[in-house]
């Protein structure tokens, strides 16, 4: 198995809500500034490459809802199965393992770091490499979305994922009768880098940062090898 990467250079940006309708975690906005490229995913991970891993070392699969598998982005899974996976696709490809025992990061010598960018296995993104990615690197226009001002050419979220589009406000049962829920990758278009967020406006992903959140529906989105 190979994964799909896209060349992110470094560079600075504005992390955080920048177009003043976000969440209040995104707040104060902050500039950050990355010393070192890195790769990221050009897709979510998919149900066939983490099912592969499931069954390669014996692990149960995470269940799907009911709304397919194969080419859909895998959900149910906890932040300890990503690096598990993570590790488990770096031994595949002969990398040093990203986590230890504890889901401290590891240098290419087995040392626990905390600079991302010492890294070689397959990780996850910290939250600001994956924001910094998304809006296009250092070749962002400064789309709102990640790609695109229109969110429908680039995601798929709780207004255009089920049986028609929705229009007025957020209401869980007619999200729910609608039959919302995630799709194959590939069919949205990319950002400036090329990479594919198709589910950045409905679901929740996991970074490094986040191991003690317990999130219900999150996708391993975005391994990285520095």
Not at 5 to 34: I, Q
Not at 72 to 86: L, T
Not at 190 to 198: D, F, K, Q, T, Y
Request: proline share 4%; hydrophobic share 30%; with cysteine.
């Amino acid at each position: 198995m190979a994964l799909n990467l896209v060349f992110v250079a470094k560079g600075s940006f504005t992390m955080g809500d920048t177009w003043g309708d976000g969440w209040y975690d995104e707040k104060p906005t902050h500039k950050v500034t990355f010393t070192y490229d890195f790769y990221i995913g050009k897709y979510e991970t998919t149900f066939d490459e983490y099912d592969a891993f499931c069954e390669a070392i014996g692990r149960s699969k995470p269940r799907d809802r009911g709304w397919g598998r194969g080419q859909r982005p895998v959900i149910r899974v906890s932040w300890w199965d990503a690096i598990a996976y993570c590790n488990w696709l770096s031994k595949k490809e002969g990398l040093p393992k990203a986590y230890d025992s504890n889901g401290n990061l590891l240098d290419k010598d087995g040392r626990v770091t905390t600079d991302p960018s010492k890294v070689v296995g397959y990780r996850l993104p910290t939250e600001a490499e994956w924001e910094y990615a998304a809006r296009g690197g250092n070749k962002s226009k400064g789309y709102k979305y990640a790609g695109s001002d229109n969110e429908d050419e680039v995601a798929w979220y709780w207004q255009n994922s089920g049986d028609k589009y929705l229009t007025g406000d957020w209401d869980d049962d007619t999200i729910k009768e609608n039959n919302c829920r995630t799709q194959e990758l590939g069919k949205k278009a990319p950002n400036e880098l090329g990479m594919v967020l198709s589910l950045f406006l409905c679901k929740p992903l996991f970074c490094y940062g986040f191991k003690n959140q317990l999130i219900y529906l999150a996708n391993l989105s975005y391994f990285i090898t520095s």
